[in-house]
T-cell receptor
Framework: AQTVTQSQPEMSVQEAETVTLSCTYDTSESDYYLFWYKQPPSRQMILVIRQEAYKQQNATENRFSVNFQKAAKSFSLKISDSQLGDAAMYFCAERSNTDKLIFGTGTRLQVFP | GAGVSQSPSNKVTEKGKDVELRCDPISGHTALYWYRQSLGQGLEFLIYFQGNSAPDKSGLPSDRFSAERTGGSVSTLTIQRTQQEDSAVYLC????????????FGSGTRLTVV
């Protein structure tokens, strides 16, 4: 069975600093995809970044990057130059051949000026 | 449409009443998903529709919950005889099948059972 674990219920960061959100997962599939979603108070789930498991290179989207450690089944999100607008819930998720997206319990990120 | 549309955005109902929640997916997306998000919690998978295949209902919490998808497009999630523990945000998402992309989510329906 697929499981996704986020062990940090809350994190905080100073504006312009860097923060890393942790995520581990478990799957028996060899082909799968990993995602980070952002959920601001508006409730809209916004895709931040994705990673194909068969790619060794870590995905990067502007200030967002991941550290994908396949053997350790770890998929952390690094936010550089944090901005006030980055404050939100962040969910890690995995999608495998079943096409279902399985989510972790989320990390609430606070950004302080 | 341009995005996934859900209605109503908020619904307050009395315990024991039936409710229907609607989801309009992105045109051309063959897969449609319903999730439930209780206060401060992650997203709980409810049901998944893929084209004309039988839906994956493995996440529905009880037989009071059901969902339909008509014409491969609009979906309705129905909760019968609502209970207070059904209070949550119900999120709908759609996607292309088998792609590496994530889902596109709607803004959800906040259901409050009083």
């Amino acid at each position: 069975a697929q499981t996704v674990t986020q062990s940090q219920p809350e994190m905080s960061v100073q504006e312009a600093e860097t923060v890393t959100l942790s995520c581990t997962y478990d799957t028996s599939e060899s082909d799968y995809y990993l995602f980070w979603y952002k959920q601001p108070p508006s409730r809209q789930m916004i895709l931040v970044i994705r990673q194909e498991a068969y790619k060794q290179q870590n995905a990067t989207e502007n200030r967002f990057s991941v550290n994908f450690q396949k053997a350790a089944k770890s998929f952390s999100l690094k936010i550089s130059d944090s901005q006030l607008g980055d404050a939100a819930m962040y969910f890690c998720a995995e999608r495998s051949n079943t096409d279902k997206l399985i989510f972790g319990t989320g990390t609430r990120l606070q950004v302080f000026p | 449409g341009a995005g996934v549309s859900q209605s109503p955005s908020n619904k307050v109902t009395e315990k024991g009443k039936d409710v229907e929640l609607r989801c309009d997916p992105i045109s051309g997306h063959t897969a449609l998903y319903w999730y439930r998000q209780s206060l401060g919690q992650g997203l709980e998978f409810l049901i998944y529709f893929q084209g004309n295949s039988a839906p994956d209902k493995s996440g529905l919490p009880s037989d009071r919950f059901s969902a339909e998808r008509t014409g491969g497009s609009v979906s309705t999630l129905t909760i019968q005889r609502t209970q207070q523990e059904d209070s949550a945000v119900y999120l709908c998402a759609s996607s292309l099948t088998g792609g590496s992309g994530g889902y596109t989510f709607g803004s959800g329906t906040r259901l409050t059972v009083v």
